[in-house]
């Protein structure tokens, strides 16, 4: 019997073949996630049964992200089922599956591989200081399904993977809020986000290029913004500046690149019979998505304001009495105890709750005073606040400011306009405990930085250089994958710019590329 992959929508896949069933990353929540902000797109609550999960061989979570793990499906789930997952240093992943009730969770790290009825299985993990995801790769003898969904590993890391791909599933869309939340004028947010979707999609074709598969299938996004809040969101979606590219771009963008791309929607049934890939997608039902698409979210937001799944938020009017104290002390406890991160937010931070209070945060100064009203100080950051998420974030058991940066419900503006990746990471691990995990996997693996510190020589207009052969982000090696054009060097895994005269970092402002005139 071949292979049949179901696709149930965002990021979720039903893998079965013979007596084999896998399931991949299910998301059902009729509310959404991320405070209510993310909704399924297109629309997949038709295909929710208590079938879908009956007989599994395992269920398969990428990342702890909750429109990959979803607790309110995975409640609905039997709790002895086998949970494949990767082996993170931060375990919220791991804590949240268990909290559910689930007592058959497997970790598994880059070194481990399982065979479940003569299917091997290998997970590509990417577990930094400051994000944790991975890839699942299904090895069948004659041929490999790799499933990246929102993973971004190294070109290197997966190049042991990339013969005899049949199919890829990846995400080829935007799940970020730069530039969305940022107070820029309308033309120059209008030129970000050309960028932001010129780079997610360059990205998904040198994935393509690198791996190499038969066909490549996008997936794992674009949600819909339902909320009036997003409307220019939703409502530019057709446009060329909109960040958030649909399938049908994708499914494009790909083709003109030599890249053969399978255009699914929830229901589509893609089959594998030695090698030979039938995409059982109805057409009718996918044109009238894709060609009619402002209608199509139109009757999704009223279908949610009908059946009362639409709230302005997923967060309970909350008492906001000690919301400074409690903030303040996260802060100062940061202050505390950070070895390396509050040296690299070496600049003062407003933070304003909207309609409450403004506070200046400046790490510079004694513990005691690094936490102040706002009183016309200089800063270089700023973020707007709404005081009862930031409140309802604080009292969870694990304080996840991602969750909120993701829902795209604050607001954001910088001086310099110049990204500082240890300030985002400092609010996504406000939790004490988790902080200072982020900082030790942070020191520790730039101590493996060191030690592959190479380099290569290059010529740039008619100089012949040496520059740091790994990119001091992600160490992707850029002798190999890196892009240069004038005096501009391009990572091309997250699209990080370096200026070749200087080693500056044209993107953040804490990193650095070693380069030297031969």
């Known amino acids: 019997m071949s292979f049949k992959l179901t696709y149930i929508g965002h990021a979720g896949w039903v893998v079965n073949k013979d007596n084999f069933k896998a399931i991949f990353d299910p998301w059902f929540n009729p509310y959404g996630t991320f405070l209510n902000s993310w909704h399924q797109f297109p629309d997949n609550s038709s295909l929710f049964s208590d079938d879908i999960f009956s007989e599994l061989d395992f269920l398969y979570i990428s990342h702890a992200h909750k429109d990959h793990c979803d607790e309110w499906t995975l ?6 089922t086998k949970i494949l997952i990767p082996k993170f240093r931060d375990k919220v992943l791991l804590n949240t599956l268990k909290k559910i009730g689930f007592t058959n969770i497997i970790e598994l790290s880059e070194d481990d591989s399982i065979e479940i009825k003569g299917i091997k299985i290998n997970l590509i993990i990417e577990d930094g200081f400051n994000d944790r995801d991975s890839a699942i790769i299904l090895d069948y003898g004659k041929g490999k399904i790799i499933n990246l969904n ?15 791909v049949d199919l890829l599933l990846m995400q080829c869309s935007s799940a970020i809020w730069w530039p969305c939340v940022y107070d820029y004028p309308i033309e120059k947010m209008i030129k970000k986000c050309k960028i932001k979707k010129r780079n997610v999609l360059n990205r998904a074709v040198e ?23 997003f409307n220019f969101w939703d409502e530019t979606r057709k446009m060329d500046f909109n960040p958030f590219p649909l399938h049908d771009e994708i499914n494009n963008y790909l083709n003109q690149n030599n890249l053969s791309s399978l255009f699914v929607i929830p229901g589509s049934v893609i089959e594998i019979n030695d090698h030979q890939i039938t ?8 044109d009238k998505i894709y060609n009619n698409f402002y209608d199509t979210f139109l009757q999704m937001r009223e279908k949610k304001k009908q059946q009362g799944l639409l709230l302005s938020s997923f967060v309970p009017e909350q008492d906001l009495t000690n919301l400074i104290e409690k903030f303040s002390s996260l802060i100062i406890d940061i202050k505390k105890n950070s070895k390396v991160f509050i040296h690299k937010i070496s600049f003062p931070f407003l933070v304003t709750f909207k309609d409450h209070s403004k506070w200046i945060i400046d790490f510079k100064l004694n513990t005691a005073d690094c936490f102040q009203e706002y009183t ?26 991602d969750e909120y940066f993701l829902s795209m419900r604050f607001e954001c503006s910088r001086q310099d306009d110049v990204f500082n990746e240890f ?28 030690e592959i510190e190479d380099t290569f020589e290059t010529k740039v207009n008619g100089k012949n250089k040496k520059i740091q052969k790994y990119c001091p982000h992600k160490f992707v090696n850029l002798e190999k994958c890196g892009i240069i054009e004038g005096n501009t060097l391009t990572c091309p895994l997250h699209n990080w710019k370096f200026d070749l005269e200087t080693g500056k970092c044209l993107t953040s402002d804490e990193y650095f590329l070693s380069i030297e005139e031969v």
């Open 376 to 401: 016309n100080q200089k800063y270089k950051y700023c973020f707007v606040f709404d005081p009862e998420i930031v409140n309802y974030l604080i009292n969870q058991p694990s304080i996840d400011f």
């Open 423 to 450: 300030l985002f990471t400092m609010f996504k691990n406000l939790d004490l405990k988790r902080f200072k995990l982020s900082e030790r996997i942070f020191i520790s693996d730039n101590m493996v930085k060191k």
């Open 150 to 164: 929102d993973c971004h590993p190294s070109f290197e890391k997966i190049k042991k993977y990339s013969k005899n």
């Open 75 to 80: 409640k609905k789930i039997n709790k002895k």
């Open 207 to 229: 994935y393509g290029k690198h791996i190499k598969p038969k066909h490549i299938v996008p997936n794992a996004g674009p949600p819909l913004f339902l909320h009036e809040k």
């Open 279 to 286: 995409n059982n997608t109805n057409i009718k039902k996918r």
